[in-house]
């Protein structure tokens, strides 16, 4: 049934067979001779922007953060437990429209 819509079967040993034995990098333009010169090692070096320094500072104050703000939730309990609480709820209705416009 292989034969149907020239499907053929795959070939021993997958799909590409084909490997690289000289040791140059197809990908650059120079051979790996000419990248490694006298025998030195080639480092790299990454330097971050102002900017990505900034914002790796940020990540680690907002890491530090407590998921939830207890001394609002210690608030509205104490409100909804004396009763001083109050919804709006044309307020809350809108938002809540709002909020699924800008999903």
């Known amino acids: 049934m292989s034969d149907i819509n020239n499907i053929k079967p795959p070939l021993q040993g997958g799909l590409n067979t084909t490997r690289n034995v000289n040791g140059e990098d197809k990908r650059s333009d120079a ?3 000419q990248i490694k010169s006298g025998g030195d090692a080639v480092t790299d070096k990454v330097s971050l922007t102002a900017t990505a320094t900034q914002l790796q500072s940020l990540q680690q104050e907002i ?3 407590p998921v939830v703000d207890e001394q609002k939730v210690a608030a509205l309990r104490a409100a909804i437990e004396d009763g001083s609480y109050q919804v709006d709820s044309q307020k ?4 809540m429209i ?3 416009g800008n999903l």
Do not use: K, M, Q
């Open 31 to 33: 051979p790996t001779s």
């Open 63 to 65: 890491a530090a953060l």
């Open 92 to 95: 809350l209705a809108r938002n």
């Open 98 to 100: 709002d909020f699924e």
